[in-house]
Every structure is written in C-alpha cells, then in structure tokens.
C-alpha cells in the first residue's frame, strides 16, 4: 500500500513564493540541502503532510550529479512542465513499490538505500512520483508539527494529458490524492476540509492554489 508522505513543488530560486504561507501566518522549518541533487528547499510542516518548496541552487550539481536522471533543471524551466512531486511511503508484503520504477541513489542515503522513482519522470506532463526508501524507517518519536492545525484534506494533481501512466494511476488511488485529466497544470491542495472557505493562488508564479 501506498501512503503519502509529502508533496514538492519546483520553485524559483530561493522560493519567495513560500513567503505567502508567512503571511497566512504558518510556521517555516528548517531548510535541507541535497548533497549531489543541486537542489535546496523550504519546509513546512503540517499535521499529517509535509509541503516542500523545491529549488536549483547548483545548476551544474543538478544537471550533473547523482540526481540528473530526475531531470529537475529541465523541468523547472519547461513552462509546459508539471513542478509537482508527490512522494509516497511504502507498506506492503513486497520489499519494493507496486508500479515500475526506477531506482535512484542519492548521495545522502547510504548504500544500498534508494528513491524508488516512477518510470513517468520523461513524461514532463505528469508530476514525478516518488517513494522514499522501504528501509527508512519511521521515526519513532515523530516531533509534533509547527502547523499542527493544518490536516491536509485532499491533493488534487490536474494535468493537459488525456490519459495517465500506470504510475500515475496507481498514484492517484492513494488516500487524498486524486488525478482530474485534460486539464491545465494544477495542483489543489484542500486543508480542513475548506471549511475556512479561505482560498491562496500561487499564480503565475506557480500552478498552485490552496483552500482551507
């Protein structure tokens, strides 16, 4: 069974467009830096998700490094590109996800442990999809998080194509995660259920709205 651990999306470089959940008055985390992927991020972490906002901070490390395959560089200046990710944990009686993957080793994980990457990540029209490592275990004593009043309710990934990869498909039957086709690049994210009636759009900086 697939679970959702965390969504990103690729930002512009240093994400201000992170400072708007500032202004709604959430709390950031502490940044990560991604030895041999070029990228950095910022963090914010909400009751049962976490939201990273993904950026290249060394282009030739990203284009060139361990992370190169998941073509983060092409994707974040693709304007027809989806700069989402969705990363999921794995739990079930195999060892290893049930979709085709491939995998990748990152320089900050210890041999042999690796990303299980979806076998859509060429197919710039769907989010990367993503498994954390079945041999990462999970914390046993979690910290509580900064923004623990804020329950994602529903992640709703549109994309342009007509029709979706097994990956993505498998994806989109995970719990709170749904795929609409046809569409612009879109990525709905709905906390609490809407019941604030609130809503933030990221655009045009990025394909992005949140409701609460």
Same mark, same amino acid.
Request: hydrophobic share 35%; charged share 20%.
């Given at each position: ?53 993904? /950026? ?42 049930? /979709? ?15 990303? /299980? ?53 498998? /994806? ?41």
């Amino acid at each position: 069974m697939l679970q959702l651990d965390h969504i990103f999306v690729l930002a512009s470089p240093d994400a201000p467009e992170a400072d708007s959940l500032l202004e709604l008055g959430l709390v950031e985390g502490a940044a990560k830096q991604h030895k041999g992927q070029g990228t950095s991020n910022r963090l914010f972490f909400l009751a049962n998700t976490t939201l990273e906002f993904l /950026y290249i901070q060394n282009l030739a490390e990203a284009m060139n490094g361990a992370g190169k395959n998941l073509k983060l560089v092409e994707r974040a200046i693709d304007t027809n590109a989806s700069p989402v990710g969705l990363v999921t944990r794995w739990f079930g009686d195999e060892p290893t996800p049930d /979709y085709p993957y491939w995998e990748y080793h990152p320089e900050y994980f210890p041999d042999p442990m690796c990303f /299980y990457v979806g076998k859509n990540s060429d197919n710039f029209e769907e989010p990367l999809c993503i498994c954390m490592p079945t041999a990462l275990p999970l914390p046993s004593s979690p910290p509580n998080p900064s923004n623990s009043d804020w329950f994602l309710s529903e992640a709703e990934i549109s994309i342009p194509a007509i029709s979706a990869s097994e990956t993505l498909t498998r /994806y989109g039957k995970c719990d709170r995660i749904s795929v609409k086709l046809g569409e612009e690049h879109q990525l709905k994210l709905v906390f609490n259920k809407a019941g604030r009636g609130k809503t933030i759009n990221f655009a045009p900086e990025l394909p992005l709205t949140i409701e609460w």
